[in-house]
């Protein structure tokens, strides 16, 4: 059953927190879908993945790559699963049709954009509905997270 953890953008924008828990993903040893609804936002998360540090690489590819099954982290707009991942990174409130085969679930969204805040609540309530293990995370002034729930 998928562990679903909220992460509530509010000082750092996608592109700058993204990469940085992507790391911890990786080194954590899972293998990550990260989904977006578009293929704009998934190409500028592309872009950050492999810019934000230059003494750091996250092996990544996405949609319409030749190996997708081969990459530990890939983006789509789909609900296709090619890499056989174990944990799935929803940005702004991307649905996927079923969350639950994951072991875990990052939820990423802009607090900056009260549409995207307000499907985030509706997310909350039904998952918490389902009975999912759930957190709800924010980021402090440095840019680190803090649990709040």
């Known amino acids: 059953m998928a562990e679903i953890r909220f ?12 990469p940085k828990l992507m790391e911890k993903v990786h080194q954590a040893g899972l293998r990550a879908i990260i989904k977006a609804e578009n293929k704009a936002l998934i190409d500028t998360l592309d872009k950050a993945l492999w810019t934000y540090d230059a003494n750091s690489f996250i092996p990544h590819d996405k949609d319409g790559c030749k190996h997708p099954a081969e990459q530990p982290v890939f983006l789509t707009a789909t609900d296709e699963n090619p890499n056989d991942a174990n944990a799935l990174v929803l940005i702004n409130a991307a649905s996927y049709e079923e969350i639950e085969k994951f072991d875990r679930c990052l939820y990423m969204f802009d607090g900056r954009d009260e549409v995207i805040v307000s499907q985030a609540r509706t997310d909350w309530k039904a998952y918490k509905e389902l009975g999912l293990e759930m957190s709800y995370w924010q980021q402090r002034e440095n840019g680190g997270w803090e649990q709040k729930a």
């Not at 992460?7 to 993204?18: D, N």
Request: charged share 25%; aromatic share 8%; hydrophobic share 35%.
């Open 7 to 18: 992460y509530h953008l509010q000082r750092q924008g996608l592109e700058e927190a993204l």
